[in-house]
C-alpha cells in the first residue's frame, strides 16, 4: 500500500523567508503531483513532475522530484502572504490497470506580516 | 467553458437517508475519482472509475455507492450505511495516463 507523508504538517513563516516542504512516499512511483487548497475551496492543480530530477518553477515556488529517493520538494522563496494555503502532495500508483492518486496530509502554510 | 461541476454546495442529510451528490465533467476524461475530506486532513479515495460502466473501490468505499453510465457523469450516493458522513466531498477527473486530475468545487454534507 502506497504511503504519503508530507512534513511538516504546519508551517508559519515570516514574509520574505525561504522554507521547504517535503513529500515522501514508499512505493516505486515517477509521477508526483503538487496542489493548492485555500479555506473551504477546492485543489488547484500547480505542479506536475513526471520523472526523476523534475524541476518546475511558478513565481515563488519551485517543485522538484527525486525518484530514487522517493521525495519531493516545495520550495517556497521569499514568502509573501498571498502563498498562505495548504499544500498537498499526491503520487500516482497503478492499480491492476488503473492509476490512482494518493494524497499526503497537507502542510498548512501561513506567512506572517 | 470545460470543467467539472459538483452539485450542490451544500447537503444536509437526516439519519438513515440515502443521499446523491453530482458530478458532470464537460472536459472529455476517461477517469473520474471520489475523496472524502475531512477537517484538517488529506484526501482520502472513495471511488474511482476508469471507463464508462466499470468503477472500483478505493480506500474508504464503505457505505458508498457509484455509478458510471455515462462518460461525463459520476455521481456518488452516501447511503445510510455510512456511519459518519459528514465531511467535504471531492469529485476529479483526468485524463488517463500522466496527466493531473482536475477537481470540482466540492459538495460539503453534514448530517442533521
Known amino acids: 500500500e502506497l504511503k504519503v507523508e508530507q512534513n511538516p504538517l504546519f508551517l508559519s513563516m515570516q514574509e520574505g523567508k525561504n522554507y521547504t516542504i517535503y513529500c515522501n512516499y514508499s512505493t516505486t512511483s515517477d509521477r508526483l503531483y503538487w496542489y493548492r487548497q485555500d479555506p473551504g475551496k477546492s485543489l488547484e492543480s500547480l505542479f506536475v513532475?513526471?520523472?526523476?530530477?523534475a524541476v518546475k518553477q511558478e513565481g515563488r515556488l519551485m517543485a522538484s522530484l527525486d525518484t530514487k529517493a522517493r521525495l519531493s520538494t516545495l520550495h517556497i522563496t521569499a514568502a509573501v502572504h498571498d502563498l498562505s494555503a495548504t499544500y498537498f502532495c499526491a503520487v500516482a500508483s497503478r492499480s491492476g490497470s488503473a492509476r490512482q492518486l494518493t494524497f499526503g496530509s497537507g502542510t498548512q502554510l501561513t506567512v506572517l506580516p | 467553458d470545460g470543467g467539472i461541476t459538483q452539485s450542490p454546495k451544500y447537503l444536509f442529510r437526516k439519519e438513515g437517508q440515502n443521499v446523491t451528490l453530482s458530478c458532470e465533467q464537460n472536459l472529455n476524461h476517461d477517469a473520474m475519482y471520489w475523496y472524502r475530506q475531512d477537517p484538517g486532513q488529506g484526501l482520502r479515495l472513495i471511488y474511482y472509475?476508469?471507463?464508462?460502466?466499470?468503477?472500483q473501490k478505493g480506500d474508504i468505499a464503505e457505505g458508498y455507492s457509484v455509478s458510471r453510465e455515462k462518460k461525463e457523469s459520476f455521481p456518488l450516493t452516501v447511503t445510510s450505511a455510512q456511519k459518519n458522513p459528514t465531511a467535504f466531498y471531492l469529485c476529479a477527473s483526468r485524463v488517463t495516463g500522466d496527466t493531473e486530475a482536475f477537481f470540482g468545487q466540492g459538495t460539503r454534507l453534514t448530517v442533521v
Open positions: 513532475l513526471l520523472s526523476n530530477g
Open positions: 472509475s476508469q471507463i464508462v460502466n466499470d468503477f
